[in-house]
């Protein structure tokens, strides 16, 4: 299985639908990430979340909200969905760093999660 | 606030030449700063790392980058392309707005490589 698991990995919408976009990891990882992909904008942190109880806007995260259920799980989203937010969404984990090395926190991206709104 | 630039949204070149993409960097912090390659229809998956040692760093598939204070750069290269290098390239820097963040991802630079 993979490290980091979106569902689903594709899905087609209509505007004003409440969508969900789930992620759980199996890397044992604290800090969750929701990114988003647009073609020429490269990645937009969404949200992210440090543990349970720590959940932090990035910098695009009007029309969005999450839900850290776990440390393994972490769900973007969209309560109702407007066809801009058509877009390849990305979970990711990372560790703090160890050692000489701390905070050079590696991401750990999963599939993706294509979603397009009409 | 920490932010990087990729300079060209394509790049393309025939096997076996060499392939530089280019990342300048802004940080008011010493930064970290990373490489990432994403192949058609897949997450994107780290190249190499920039974390204050070594200048030069050496990433998988052959491919390298050095860490530029100077000039704020943090090119990629490859001394020989490979027709399975082509991919879309990501350069990042770690935010400092909050303690142990997110990274920042520059627009993309898509790899063509030709035959």
């Known amino acids: 299985d993979a490290d980091v698991t979106q569902t689903p990995r594709n899905r087609i919408t209509k505007t004003g639908k409440r969508i969900m976009l789930e992620c759980s990891q199996t890397?044992?990882?604290?800090?969750m990430y929701w990114y988003r992909q647009d073609p020429g904008l490269g990645l937009r942190l969404i949200y992210y979340?440090?543990?349970?109880?720590?959940?932090n806007k990035g910098e695009i995260s009007d029309g969005y909200s999450v839900s850290r259920q776990a440390q393994a799980k972490f769900s973007l989203s969209l309560e109702s969905a407007i066809p801009n937010q058509t877009a390849l969404y990305f979970c990711?984990?990372?560790?703090?760093?160890?050692?000489?090395?701390?905070?050079?926190?590696?991401?750990?991206f999963g599939a993706g999660s294509r979603l397009t709104v009409l | 606030a920490q932010s990087v630039t990729q300079l060209g949204s394509h790049v393309s070149v025939s096997e076996g030449a060499l392939v530089l993409l280019r990342c300048n960097y802004s940080s008011s912090v010493p930064p970290y700063l990373f490489w990432y390659v994403q192949y058609p229809n897949q997450g994107l998956q780290l190249l190499l790392k920039?974390?204050?040692?070594?200048?030069l760093v050496k990433g998988i598939n052959g491919f390298e980058a050095e860490f530029k204070k100077s000039e704020t750069s943090f090119h990629l290269t490859k001394p020989s392309a490979h027709m399975s290098d082509a991919a879309e390239y990501f350069c990042a820097v770690r935010s400092f707005n909050q303690a142990g963040t997110a990274l920042i991802f520059g627009k993309g630079t898509t790899l063509s490589v030709s035959s």
């Open positions: 990711a984990t990372s560790d703090p760093g160890q050692g000489a090395d701390p905070g050079a926190n590696v991401l750990t």
């Open positions: 920039y974390t204050s040692a070594a200048t």
């Open positions: 979340s440090f543990d349970v109880k720590d959940i």
């Open positions: 890397k044992g990882h604290d800090r």
